[in-house]
């Protein structure tokens, strides 16, 4: 085998092991996402239906999006939009939140292996 062989071979094998956790440990695509608002439960959403919709919270209107069973933060009013480059929250149990807007969105299922205090 040659030097191209063998890298290919290690990279294979060192791999392995994040498939392995990603595929046994994944507790599957969320159905629902509840959207909280200042410790509060505002609404318990679909994630079947792709849309956008706006979440008052103290700071001013915090955009969410919709789309292929995945929700995240479109827009917020908050400085330094660490809840919109926190990306698409696809899997149960899942939780993203604008703290100086006091908005969170937490995926919902029906086997959440872990709670938020496991994270």
Same mark, same amino acid.
């Given at each position: 085998? +040659? =030097? $191209?062989? &063998? +890298? #290919? @071979?290690?990279? $294979? *094998?060192?791999?392995?092991? @994040?498939?392995?956790?990603?595929?046994?440990?994944?507790? !599957?695509?969320?159905?629902? $996402?509840? *959207? &909280?608002?200042?410790?509060? @439960?505002?609404? #318990?959403?679909?994630?079947?239906?792709?849309?956008?919709?706006?979440? +008052?919270?103290?700071? %001013? @209107?915090?955009?969410?999006?919709?789309?292929?069973?995945? *929700?995240?933060?479109?827009?917020?009013?908050? =400085?330094?939009?660490?809840? #919109?480059? %926190?990306? &698409?929250? +696809?899997?149960? !149990?899942?939780?993203?939140?604008?703290?100086?807007?006091?908005?969170? #969105? =937490?995926?919902?299922?029906?086997?959440? =292996?872990?709670?938020?205090?496991?994270?």
């Amino acid at each position: 085998m +040659t =030097r $191209a062989d &063998w +890298t #290919v @071979v290690l990279l $294979a *094998i060192a791999l392995l092991p @994040v498939l392995y956790i990603k595929l046994w440990f994944s507790q !599957g695509h969320g159905q629902q $996402a509840s *959207i &909280w608002v200042d410790g509060q @439960v505002m609404e #318990v959403l679909s994630l079947d239906d792709p849309r956008k919709l706006s979440v +008052t919270g103290p700071l %001013g @209107v915090s955009v969410l999006e919709i789309r292929d069973h995945k *929700i995240r933060f479109l827009d917020s009013p908050c =400085r330094g939009k660490v809840c #919109v480059h %926190g990306g &698409w929250l +696809t899997e149960v !149990g899942e939780l993203l939140a604008c703290l100086p807007n006091k908005v969170m #969105v =937490r995926i919902l299922g029906s086997d959440p =292996r872990f709670d938020a205090m496991n994270y």
